[in-house]
């Protein structure tokens, strides 16, 4: 069973351009989570999808920022204008749907974006 | 407001020491689920435990060991025999049954170094 990938790896870009990621979750896992962390912080969600319906949306995630599930499987995220303050690793986690509270969610090796 | 604090930042060890990573959470919540990730120097976050609020039994896994209070609520981790390989930031994580139910809340992290 392979886990979550996600693509770039990495990915360097200069202020003002437009970034998209892409993640690939464990395969049948039907929600799919977004996360930014910063150096020397703990991950900080950004949005979750369940299927193709995009549930929750942190307010982290200004108009700049647009993530899409259009099938249920794989996820894009992208930013737009970006800034240097965008400079994170984000990260992609994928997790079954679960009774109640019980999934565990899993995370990919992440992206990290570098704005100069 | 959820609250994972790790006050803990670094912490280095000699190999085979014994060391104890402190977890403390806030949440108005009676039911949750309390969790510990692994991030190596590679980034991707390595799922290690997941305890429901209604479970106080402490867990061994191996080196591994857990201790749940909800009367302090704290989750700590304990490694027992430390080596090389437990070098890596330890996050404690919360998920709680209120609004935004499927979202992970981080603490900010230990990054221990085992030291050969």
């Known amino acids: 069973d392979t886990g979550v990938s996600q693509d770039p790896r990495h990915k360097i870009t200069k202020r003002g351009q437009n970034v998209t990621f892409r993640c690939d979750p464990i395969s049948e896992h039907n929600r799919l989570y977004w996360y930014r962390q910063t150096l020397g912080q703990g991950p900080e969600f950004l949005t979750y999808f369940q299927n193709e319906a995009q549930l929750e949306k942190s307010r982290l995630l200004s108009d700049r920022f647009s993530a899409e599930r259009p099938k249920g499987s794989f996820s894009t995220l992208e930013i737009q204008r970006t800034e240097q303050g965008d400079s994170a690793m984000y990260l992609c986690?994928?997790?079954?749907?679960?009774?109640?509270?019980?999934?565990?969610?899993?995370f990919g090796p992440g992206t990290r974006l570098l704005v100069l | 407001a959820q609250k994972v604090t790790q006050a803990q930042t670094e912490i280095s060890v000699v190999e085979k020491e014994d060391v104890t990573l402190d977890c403390v959470y806030e949440t108005r919540d009676t039911t949750y689920y309390l969790f510990w990730y692994k991030q190596p120097p590679s980034g991707e976050l390595v799922f290690l435990i997941r305890r429901n609020s209604f479970d106080e039994q402490n867990e061994i896994s191996g080196r591994y060991s857990w201790n749940f209070q909800k009367s302090t609520s704290s989750f700590n981790f304990t490694i027992t025999a430390s080596q090389v390989v437990d070098s890596a930031v330890y996050f404690c994580a919360l998920r709680y049954s209120g609004a935004g139910s499927y979202q992970l809340t981080f603490g900010k992290g230990t990054k221990l170094s085992v030291i050969p």
């Open positions: 986690a994928s997790s079954e749907l679960a009774g109640g509270l019980q999934e565990t969610q899993y």
